[in-house]
């Protein structure tokens, strides 16, 4: 059965802080990863991965994949108060269609 | 503004009562997709329409069923609401195959008592 996992399933952190959250995965046919970033309503799409080692950077936030240890990681540096939301992180299979399968997120609070 | 647009944002429910959830995309996207986000469980896909005229169930299908209208119109269909139905549901559209994320709805929370 297709899975996605992510940790730590929650994360209070001081303004300045640096994050790393991590979603590991066990799907078949992997055809790409893709993090959101979920605030009081719909998730917003933050990155899509797809090659092993290559980073992928958008001003403070980063994430790279590695699909040897079938993981990968959000970096957020320099946290704002802003950045507080559940971050989604979803794994797309080429096995069934269109679709992907969502981790159950990591809600982050940063703090004054 | 363009996006995914869904209807109503709130509902209250008895059980065995039916209603109908609306979607409507103006990105001219081929595909639609309604999940249903519960706490602790993450987004989980309940139908999926790759292209108008097509409809595949996802994960969670039991007790619903969809519509895809025409391209831009995906609706979900609760014919006998029940407590375990109680959830947000976003409503989705991407281009084929998704590759570059979705785009989702602001969501409708129903409640079913």
């Known amino acids: 059965e297709d899975k996605v996992v992510q940790s730590p399933l929650s994360l209070v952190v001081h303004e300045g802080d640096t994050v790393t959250l991590n979603c590991s995965y066990e799907v078949t046919n992997f055809r790409s990863l893709l993090w959101y970033k979920q605030e009081k309503k719909a998730p917003t799409f933050l990155f899509m991965l797809?090659?092993?080692?290559i980073e992928k950077k958008s001003g403070r936030l980063s994430s790279i994949l590695d699909k040897k240890e079938l993981f990968s990681i959000l970096n957020i540096t320099a946290t704002q108060t802003g950045d507080s939301a559940v971050y989604l992180c979803?794994?797309?299979?080429?096995?069934?269609?269109?679709?992907?399968?969502f981790g159950t997120g990591t809600s982050l609070t940063v703090i004054p | 503004n363009a996006g995914v647009t869904q209807t109503p944002k709130f509902q209250v429910l008895k059980t065995g009562q039916s209603m109908t959830l609306q979607c409507a995309q103006d990105m001219n996207h081929n595909s639609m997709y309604w999940y249903r986000q519960d706490p602790g469980m993450g987004l989980r896909l309940i139908y999926y329409s790759a292209s108008e005229g097509t409809t595949d169930k996802g994960e969670v299908p039991n007790g619903y069923n969809v519509s895809r209208l025409n391209k831009r119109e995906f609706s979900l269909r609760l014919e006998s609401a029940a407590p375990s139905q109680t959830s947000v549901y976003f409503c989705?559209?991407?281009?084929?195959?998704?590759?570059?994320?979705?785009?989702f709805g602001s969501g409708t929370r129903l409640t079913v008592v």
């Open positions: 989705a559209s991407s281009e084929w195959g998704g590759e570059y994320g979705y785009t």
């Open positions: 797809t090659s092993s080692g």
């Open positions: 979803a794994v797309k299979t080429g096995a069934t269609g269109n679709q992907f399968y």
